[in-house]
């Protein structure tokens, strides 16, 4: 039984080492092919490599603003019952992918285009097409720990990738001098309009009130102001400016904000006043003619016009004092400069992954060439061969 066993059981270590053998008999029959195939990979790698126009990255690293907490979200944190409104106001502290969207927006690439005609650089026929063009060069990138923006450009001029790099921070802060990012510029800019809107009410009104005092016949305002007809604009001066600040502060801040609460107050007792003030006779008696009431209406209209321009003048200060302590929107860490040395192409992993993928197809062709070698110089497959080239032959 021990006799009989035996020799199968090295039968079995003879296989492996003859087909060890084939497979370095036919690489060895292949060897031209072999060596030749990755050579010409090779030196067709090295070829295109140097052929290739050399690319320079260019990178600045800039740093968005830090928003600090406001006097009115650290109130709004303070309030057991809205701190989840308060969490929502720190989620967007540092809201860097804003910025990378804005670095990105169609705006802001259209504006690159234009200025620095990369439509005709870039050789593109239409606007889209050259934007397109533009994002596959740029690489706009945050990092979440240190809070800090990449921007790279890619050019073949290391100069022009520089200066591609750098407007892109140029026409960022551009963009943000016109945009309201953060509270504070919010504040500013809605209090620039009601400046605006309040003039032109001023103007106006003013325009109302000559015409009301050449019809009435009152040459002086003197009159009007002896009768309290002063102190009851006055009051409705205060009253609109208040009712100014609530619209404004409802922003950013809720009814239960202790601010809010001590506005909403202050107004409920102008208007108290104001009604007082009005159900005297100092101004029924002044207001003798129908006249002479229109002439009370404009006169009272201007100095509320006149006192709510006042409030919002001194809030629109105050929102750009807050706004200058924020410091600049984008502050550039590395301005970017002409870049000494090309990072594309990398010619010698081209030329390495060329060599090994050479190497591969030229063993893949040994082998192929080594089987069909053996096919046609077996007898048995030698018909179906024949049958093959018949099969496939152009001749017909």
Do not use: C
């Amino acid at each position: 039984m021990n006799d009989t066993t035996q020799p199968g059981a090295t039968a079995m270590p003879d296989e492996d080492e003859i087909s060890l053998l084939d497979l370095a008999t036919a690489l060895g029959e292949e060897k031209a092919t072999l060596f030749a195939i990755p050579l010409i990979t090779t030196l067709v790698a090295v070829v295109v490599s140097l052929l290739m126009t050399p690319i320079f990255t260019a990178k600045t690293v800039v740093m968005p603003p830090q928003q600090q907490q406001s006097g009115a979200a650290a109130a709004l944190a303070s309030l057991g019952g809205l701190a989840g409104l308060a969490g929502a106001a720190g989620a967007i502290k540092s809201p860097d992918e804003m910025y990378v969207a804005l670095l990105g927006s169609e705006s802001l690439q259209n504006r690159l285009i234009a200025d620095l005609k990369l439509q005709e650089r870039y050789e593109e026929k239409t606007l889209s097409d050259t934007r397109k063009s533009l994002k596959e060069k740029m690489r706009i990138s945050s990092d979440k720990k240190s809070g800090l923006l990449s921007i790279e450009a890619d050019d073949k001029d290391p100069a022009f990738a520089a200066e591609l790099a750098n407007r892109h921070v140029a026409e960022l802060r551009t963009m943000l001098g016109r945009l309201a990012v953060t509270e504070a510029q919010q504040r500013r800019v809605f209090y620039e309009q009601q400046i605006q809107q309040t003039q032109d009410k001023l103007a106006l009104a003013e325009v109302a009130f000559r015409a009301a005092k050449e019809k009435s016949g009152m040459q002086v305002t003197s009159v009007l102001a002896e009768t309290g007809v002063r102190a009851s604009a006055e009051l409705r001066g205060q009253i609109a400016s208040r009712e100014v600040q609530l619209q404004a502060m409802s922003r950013f801040a809720t009814a239960q904000n202790p601010d809010t609460q001590r506005i909403a107050s202050e107004l409920a007792a102008l208007r108290s006043q104001l009604n007082k003030t009005e159900q005297g006779s100092g101004e029924s008696k002044a207001a003798a003619s129908p006249l002479h009431q229109e002439a009370v209406k404009s006169y009272r209209d201007v100095k509320v016009q006149e006192a709510m321009l006042e409030v919002l003048i001194r809030q629109y200060e105050l929102a750009r004092v807050d706004e200058a302590k924020e410091g600049p929107l984008i502050q550039q860490v590395d301005v970017a400069t002409p870049p000494e040395r090309k990072s594309k192409p990398k010619r010698a992993q081209i030329v390495l992954v060329a060599a090994f993928a050479g190497l591969f197809l030229g063993v893949l062709v040994a082998f192929v060439r080594r089987a069909l070698k053996k096919a046609q110089s077996d007898p048995a497959s030698a018909g179906q061969w024949l049958a093959l080239k018949k099969a496939w032959s152009l001749r017909g």
